[in-house]
């Protein structure tokens, strides 16, 4: 169970590994982009839970791991 919770990011966490905002990570949650473990809310916004997996293969294969501008010197 704790080697579990060692493999589970926040969306902060995720947001400075990605270099974005925060909200931009629940954006993509709530659009289905990232997939997210949604816990009990509690406070004043949902608290969601990413998969350090799910954060790799986004990094790898997907093209929200790489801006437009990015790819404009291709």
């Known amino acids: 169970m704790e080697h579990e919770a ?3 990011l926040t969306v902060r966490e995720v947001a400075r590994q990605l ?3 925060d909200t ?6 709530k659009t ?3 997939e997210a473990i949604t816990l009990p809310h509690r406070g004043r916004r949902q608290a ?4 350090r997996s799910t ?3 986004l990094l790898t294969t997907s093209p929200l ?3 437009p501008s990015d790819r404009a010197g291709e």
């Not at 969601?48 to 998969?51: A, E, G, M, T």
């Open 6 to 8: 060692l493999d589970l």
């Open 19 to 21: 270099r974005v905002d």
């Open 24 to 29: 931009t990570v629940r954006r993509w949650i």
């Open 32 to 34: 289905g982009a990232l």
């Open 48 to 51: 969601y839970r990413i998969r």
């Open 55 to 57: 954060l790799e293969a």
């Open 65 to 67: 791991a790489s801006s």
